[in-house]
């Protein structure tokens, strides 16, 4: 604890005597003024009082108008009491004077006569003794090493005096004495030394003569070490001597009134009551103090206590209560001091821990994660992402992540880092979700990833990085195209199937031409046989047999490639060649329904990019099941394949004049193994709206009873015509010849 | 009844058709096509010998359909049904309601030519035997009211005794009636008016023989 705090409280306790002692004053009659004498009181309050109450009723006396009280205040009183201005006026002893008169301004009017009858004296000193058969004491300088007892460190006569004297003869009380002990009261010294208890003492002046006096010892068993001479003086003294306690005014005490008191103290006759209350006889000038100063500058004390205002056991004994509550607040202080270190070790433990145990939990997740302040450097990372990516932890830390492990995008191009979403979340404060990215690996390779970017905020709510969470998902793609080929599959084995259902509608279709092949060469033979034959009919006749012999090999070739087992990518192909392969596929169940198929194609809308033949399963699915729809219905039955350009998109229709859909099923329309056909395993549309769905498209119907249904969907234009291929080239010619389709046949 | 027989082909298919008339061409036969059911209906004469190629799956009037409203008519030329890859229980059915034949796309065209003079034979035969029934019928209706009776007694094979009690007249009379029915019917034995009498009431004349 800091000294001036202390000071504060020790002066704070001390002050309450003074307030009490002004408070405990007795009333005054309201015509008089009351004069406050603060007495030292270092004999006990009730001994001062019986002391000099009688100099302050004689003073009363003397002084008309006011009536003057004592107020004993003990060594730690004076001085605020004085601050205070609580008294008036204050006897108290020389050393205590001099403080005050440096420190408070007081001034003394009058100097007490100490004593009584022909020992009584303005002045008074030291005398330094031990026992008389002591041999080995002779001098002052013998005492160093020896037991000394001396009244009280405060006291001026039974130890100041002395001390100042033993400092002189180079024996420095505090350390050059084997013990030097108290004995609080003048006499109780003087029997110790008398009893051997100690080996020499110090009291005032006079207490030796006193006793003896008073018979309570011999005069003869004492030796007076340095003993000095002093004229007019006639009790032994071994220290210079200094004028006795004076009476001194406040600053603020007015000056009649000190002037009136000094004038009756000096007034008062030795002998009067007062004088021998306070054994005392008489009052004189007040003489000069400068001893005393120089006392006590030499022993450093009060005023001149540079250093140390009190020893700490003057402290002790004079503010015990303070000191002792000092110490308690201290002590408690120093308890509430060692419980908050306590506790905020405990924190920093907990918080050790707490951290230890997010590392911990960052650890033991699967996905990697990691951190970046505002410059993109990196501040965490947990071991999945050590592991996922080959960097260590201290690679990555303080490090520009984007530049060790984003810098290069999936398809090979270069990332710049104003487009990295990491960085662009803590810049826009938004969280986003990236399904598709790659992150590098320390050894050059790459993985794909999907991530998550937060902000970081703090918390005032400021961003301060981005953390994010990614996965591989390596597995998760290889799991979806293995789903993807499981689903490709599925879908040419539907297709399969399907051609299986169409089987004697497109063996009817190859057999129409083969039947006019034959039928036609046959009769051609019979014809040249029967030398009927002219060049003209022969050559007509070849010819169409030479037609319908493409007829059947175009049905084959469309065949051939519809169970072919895809090529996967998408590719630009004409909406013109899809549609044919349908039309031929269809024409004769259309046929044998009853049904009409057309097709028509807007303008520009004659390229799209798409997996062919599963456009063809999409558009052979929609348009049997409108062929199926119409089989009973009496009205005209018609399916329109229809393609139209939409923006960047062809809308592709297929449109009939079916009964529509039933209530209840379009929402379901598009399930697997959901179907209006008695005989139907439902599973058409449902893949239908897969390979829509495949080609970024979705599969609609609009439906009105009693008019139609209309299925649609769209897939992307694309404007370069693509090269001539194996299927494409022979169908260029047939466009018109199959714009209606169904009605050939 | 001079007229030469047509071969009336019916499919919807150009190429099929042209080639099955070429076919008959080929080995002299007239023929006529026509690229629907309707179309051939449109042109139907009962009186024109001939047969009926026909295409078993066409739009809007299937060939089952054409043979079902031929059959209502009391003369039409036999069918042949073209059948295609699939189709053969609907030829079957075909032949069950009357189609003389079934050919199987694609067919060999002496197997065509075959059912077709098959076919024609019998278009010829159901002719000859119209016409014998139609003079039956002509010479039945020139009997009077009471002759007719005595006919009908005769089928039902009573003896001249009980005719004359049945009808209330002498046994005479009857015989007078009996000598009439079988000169205005132009029967020369009792055996030939039976068989005359089979051929126009075929179940009648049955239970006669029968009784």
């Known amino acids: 604890?800091?000294?001036?705090?202390?000071?504060?409280?020790?002066?704070?306790?001390?002050?309450?005597?003074?307030?009490?002692?002004?408070?405990?004053?007795?009333?005054?009659?309201?015509?008089?003024?009351?004069?406050?004498?603060?007495?030292?009181?270092?004999?006990?309050?009730?001994?001062?009082?019986?002391?000099?109450?009688?100099?302050?009723?004689?003073?009363?006396?003397?002084?008309?108008?006011?009536?003057?009280?004592?107020?004993?205040?003990?060594?730690?009183?004076?001085?605020?009491?004085?601050?205070?201005?609580?008294?008036?006026?204050?006897?108290?002893?020389?050393?205590?004077?001099?403080?005050?008169?440096?420190?408070?301004?007081?001034?003394?009017?009058?100097?007490?006569?100490?004593?009584?009858?022909?020992?009584?004296?303005?002045?008074?000193?030291?005398?330094?003794?031990?026992?008389?058969?002591?041999?080995?004491?002779?001098?002052?300088?013998?005492?160093?090493?020896?037991?000394?007892?001396?009244?009280?460190?405060?006291?001026?006569?039974?130890?100041?005096?002395?001390?100042?004297?033993?400092?002189?003869?180079?024996?420095?009380?505090?350390?050059?004495?084997?013990?030097?002990?108290?004995?609080?009261?003048?006499?109780?010294?003087?029997?110790?030394?008398?009893?051997?208890?100690?080996?020499?003492?110090?009291?005032?002046?006079?207490?030796?003569?006193?006793?003896?006096?008073?018979?309570?010892?011999?005069?003869?068993?004492?030796?007076?070490?340095?003993?000095?001479?002093?004229?007019?003086?006639?009790?032994?003294?071994?220290?210079?001597?200094?004028?006795?306690?004076?009476?001194?005014?406040?600053?603020?005490?007015?000056?009649?009134?000190?002037?009136?008191?000094?004038?009756?103290?000096?007034?008062?006759?030795?002998?009067?009551?007062?004088?021998?209350?306070?054994?005392?006889?008489?009052?004189?000038?007040?003489?000069?103090?400068?001893?005393?100063?120089?006392?006590?500058?030499?022993?450093?004390?009060?005023?001149?206590?540079?250093?140390?205002?009190?020893?700490?056991?003057?402290?002790?004994?004079?503010?015990?209560?303070?000191?002792?509550?000092?110490?308690?607040?201290?002590?408690?202080?120093?308890?509430?001091?060692?419980?908050?270190?306590?506790?905020?070790?405990?924190?920093?433990?907990?918080?050790?821990?707490?951290?230890?145990?997010?590392?911990?939990?960052?650890?033991?997740?699967?996905?990697?994660?990691?951190?970046?302040?505002?410059?993109?450097?990196?501040?965490?990372?947990?071991?999945?992402?050590?592991?996922?990516?080959?960097?260590?932890?201290?690679?990555?830390?303080?490090?520009?992540?984007?530049?060790?492990?984003?810098?290069?995008?999936?398809?090979?191009?270069?990332?710049?880092?104003?487009?990295?979403?990491?960085?662009?979340?803590?810049?826009?404060?938004?969280?986003?979700?990236?399904?598709?990215?790659?992150?590098?690996?320390?050894?050059?390779?790459?993985?794909?990833?999907?991530?998550?970017?937060?902000?970081?905020?703090?918390?005032?709510?400021?961003?301060?990085?981005?953390?994010?969470?990614?996965?591989?998902?390596?597995?998760?793609?290889?799991?979806?195209?293995?789903?993807?080929?499981?689903?490709?599959?599925?879908?040419?084995?539907?297709?399969?199937?399907?051609?299986?259902?169409?089987?004697?509608?497109?063996?009817?279709?190859?057999?129409?031409?083969?039947?006019?092949?034959?039928?036609?060469?046959?009769?051609?033979?019979?014809?040249?046989?029967?030398?009927?034959a002219d060049t003209g009919t022969c050559c007509e006749v070849m010819t169409k047999i030479a037609e319908q012999a493409e007829r059947a090999g175009e049905v084959i070739r469309h065949i051939r490639r519809f169970v072919r087992k895809e090529e996967p990518e998408m590719a630009p192909v004409a909406v013109a060649d899809m549609f044919e392969t349908v039309l031929v596929l269809m024409r004769e169940d259309a046929r044998r329904a009853g049904v009409v198929l057309h097709r028509q194609i807007g303008f520009g809308a004659d390229y799209v990019m798409a997996q062919r033949t599963q456009i063809e399963q999409v558009l052979l699915n929609l348009v049997r099941n409108a062929v199926e729809a119409m089989l009973d219905q009496p009205r005209e039955r018609r399916v329109l394949l229809l393609a139209r350009r939409n923006g960047n998109m062809v809308e592709i229709r297929v449109v009939d004049t079916g009964p529509g859909l039933g209530k209840g099923s379009p929402e379901h329309l598009f399930e697997p193994f959901v179907t209006t056909k008695p005989q139907g395993l439902g599973v058409g549309l449902s893949i239908s709206h897969g390979i829509v769905e495949a080609h970024g498209g979705r599969l609609r119907v609009d439906s009105t009873p009693g008019i139609g249904a209309t299925f649609f969907f769209s897939l992307p234009y694309v404007d370069k015509r693509p090269g001539m291929t194996e299927d494409a080239a022979p169908l260029q010619s047939s466009d018109n010849e199959n714009q209606h389709a169904g009605e050939h046949a | 009844m001079s007229k030469d027989p047509t071969v009336f082909i019916v499919d919807d298919d150009d190429e099929v058709r042209e080639a099955i008339a070429l076919l008959m061409d080929s080995v002299g036969l007239a023929a006529e096509t026509f690229d629907s059911a309707w179309a051939f209906l449109n042109c139907f004469d009962p009186e024109r010998p001939g047969c009926l190629v026909l295409d078993v799956r066409m739009r809007h009037m299937s060939g089952l359909e054409l043979q079902e409203r031929l059959s209502e008519e009391p003369l039409h030329p036999p069918i042949i049904i073209i059948t295609g890859h699939g189709d053969v229980p609907m030829a079957v059915r075909a032949v069950k309601n009357g189609a003389v034949d079934f050919i199987e796309k694609p067919f060999n065209d002496q197997a065509l030519l075959d059912a077709v003079h098959r076919a024609l034979d019998v278009d010829a035969e159901q002719r000859g035997h119209a016409l014998e029934v139609a003079q039956i019928q002509d010479r039945v209706e020139r009997l009077t009211k009471r002759e007719r009776e005595v006919l009908d007694q005769i089928l039902a094979g009573k003896r001249n005794k009980v005719i004359a009690a049945d009808l209330g007249i002498s046994q005479s009379t009857v015989e007078a009636h009996r000598a009439k029915v079988m000169e205005k019917l132009e029967a020369r034995s009792l055996s030939e008016l039976m068989r005359m009498m089979l051929m126009l009431y075929p179940d009648r004349a049955k239970s006669a023989q029968e009784g």
């Open chain 1, 1 to 532: 604890m800091p000294a001036p705090l202390l000071l504060i409280i020790l002066l704070a306790f001390g002050a309450l005597p003074a307030a009490g002692a002004a408070a405990t004053s007795p009333p005054q009659p309201a015509a008089e003024r009351q004069v406050l004498i603060g007495v030292l009181s270092h004999r006990g309050d009730a001994r001062t009082r019986r002391a000099w109450q009688p100099t302050a009723d004689y003073l009363t006396a003397q002084i008309p108008g006011y009536r003057f009280d004592v107020a004993p205040l003990d060594f730690a009183a004076v001085e605020p009491a004085v601050a205070a201005g609580s008294v008036d006026f204050v006897l108290v002893n020389p050393a205590i004077y001099v403080m005050l008169e440096v420190q408070r301004g007081v001034s003394r009017i009058a100097t007490l006569r100490n004593g009584t009858n022909g020992s009584a004296s303005n002045l008074f000193g030291g005398v330094i003794f031990t026992r008389a058969d002591r041999d080995d004491i002779d001098r002052i300088e013998d005492l160093a090493g020896k037991r000394f007892m001396a009244v009280d460190p405060t006291s001026l006569g039974g130890f100041d005096m002395a001390n100042a004297v033993l400092r002189q003869h180079g024996v420095n009380p505090a350390e050059d004495l084997g013990q030097l002990v108290f004995g609080g009261i003048h006499d109780a010294v003087v029997l110790a030394v008398r009893d051997g208890q100690v080996d020499a003492g110090t009291v005032r002046t006079d207490v030796l003569e006193h006793m003896a006096a008073a018979g309570s010892i011999d005069l003869a068993d004492f030796k007076v070490l340095g003993a000095l001479e002093t004229p007019g003086f006639t009790a032994l003294h071994s220290t210079p001597l200094y004028p006795e306690w004076p009476f001194s005014k406040l600053p603020d005490t007015p000056t009649d009134l000190a002037q009136a008191v000094a004038v009756a103290l000096l007034q008062m006759p030795p002998d009067s009551a007062a004088a021998r209350a306070g054994d005392y006889s008489g009052w004189t000038v007040p003489l000069d103090y400068q001893p005393v100063h120089h006392l006590l500058q030499v022993l450093a004390r009060p005023p001149y206590d540079d250093a140390e205002p009190f020893t700490l056991k003057d402290a002790l004994t004079k503010y015990w209560l303070a000191v002792l509550i000092g110490t308690l607040a201290l002590l408690t202080m120093a308890l509430l001091t060692s419980r908050v270190l306590q506790l905020n070790q405990r924190l920093s433990r907990a918080n050790t821990r707490l951290e230890r145990r997010h590392q911990l939990i960052l650890d033991s997740v699967a996905e990697g994660i990691y951190g970046v302040d505002l410059k993109g450097c990196a501040t965490f990372v947990n071991k999945a992402m050590e592991r996922m990516t080959g960097w260590r932890a201290e690679e990555l830390i303080g490090n520009e992540t984007h530049e060790i492990m984003h810098h290069t995008r999936m398809d090979g191009e270069p990332h710049p880092r104003e487009d990295c979403p990491v960085y662009t979340t803590f810049r826009d404060e938004r969280s986003r979700f990236v399904d598709e990215d790659v992150f590098w690996r320390r050894n050059g390779t790459s993985f794909p990833v999907e991530y998550s970017a937060t902000p970081i905020r703090d918390e005032q709510g400021q961003t301060i990085g981005t953390v994010v969470v990614f996965r591989d998902i390596t597995e998760r793609r290889e799991a979806a195209e293995r789903i993807r080929r499981r689903e490709a599959e599925q879908i040419h084995f539907t297709r399969l199937s399907t051609l299986g259902e169409m089987a004697s509608g497109i063996a009817h279709e190859l057999n129409q031409p083969l039947t006019a092949i034959t039928t036609n060469a046959r009769a051609c033979v019979r014809m040249i046989d029967a030398g009927r």
